[in-house]
């Protein structure tokens, strides 16, 4: 069993576009290309070719490379079934439960809708890697565009079932400004504040944050901790349902 080689490559202001290689096979995926350029200058770097586009939803720094990349390459692009109409050149729509293989390794998908309705998540268990575009990120989570606190909050639910082990590889470096909010919420949570020193570190020495680990996210990142009675007290919510504690930190979070 070969695991997949990954790569960051930075895009944009702060997008992470993840290459993804199956070293066996000698296949080569992208995660959301932001971009073109950097995606051709870094396969380039490494003489690969491109085989696959794997799109997480539709927003424009996310399928902004796809047309210039399958031009140049004649790869495959596959996004979600539930919004092919907006993801541009799309060869396979995919839904939850559904496989995509690269090489020797699989993606499980899942559809997470919230941040937008048709967001999905590739998760290749034997790399312990997922992809979780605008979902979540590092002691964070995406915005509510076209989704409410409950569909977000179930969408979470599905991801943060996975093993600690996942390395969650989300799609923007917002983890600094995340961290100054979550303390605001959940200021005495340990894992939380160990949390906020690494990132702190990480940035400190130019460094990234992403891929963090998902056992960490499930005991320092708030919108993961929406069910946690302390939080609910935090915000004034003692003994409220997850979705509204989930609903009032995503609120704060929009006019922090
Ligand atoms: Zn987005
Ligand atoms: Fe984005």
Redesign the pocket.
């Known amino acids: 069993m070969t695991r997949l080689v990954i790569e960051a490559v930075p895009a944009l202001k702060d997008n992470y576009v993840w290459l993804a290689r199956e070293p066996g096979a000698g296949v080569t995926a992208v995660v959301d290309p932001a971009e073109p350029g950097p995606v051709v200058a870094a396969l380039e770097r490494h003489g690969w070719r491109l085989d696959v586009i794997l799109n997480t ?1 539709h ?1 424009g ?2 399928v902004g490379g796809n047309r210039a990349l399958k031009e140049k390459y004649g790869c495959k692009i596959v996004g979600p079934a539930a919004d092919r109409e907006r993801i541009p050149l799309i060869d396979q729509a995919v839904a939850e439960g559904e496989r995509v293989a690269l090489g020797d390794q699989q993606a499980e998908v899942f559809d997470i809708p919230g ?2 309705r048709g967001h999905i998540a590739y998760w290749f268990a034997a790399s312990e890697a997922l992809f979780c ?2 979902t979540i990120f590092s002691l964070g989570c ?1 915005r509510l ?1 076209e989704g409410d606190p409950k569909t977000m909050w179930h969408s979470i639910g599905k991801l943060r079932r996975l093993p600690d082990a996942t390395r969650v590889f989300c ?1 923007h470096e917002y983890t600094q400004s995340n961290a100054r909010f979550a303390l605001t919420v959940d200021p005495d949570n340990p894992a939380l504040r160990a949390r906020v020193a690494e990132v702190d570190r990480l940035r400190a020495a130019g460094q990234s944050t992403v891929p963090s680990l998902l056992g960490v996210e499930k005991a320092a990142n708030p919108f993961l901790r929406a069910d946690d009675p302390v939080l609910a007290r935090n915000v004034g919510l003692a003994g409220a349902d997850a979705v509204a504690v989930f609903g009032e930190v995503r609120g704060r979070k929009d006019r922090f």
């Open positions: 939803h927003h720094d996310h941040h937008t575009g605008d995406g565009f799609a």
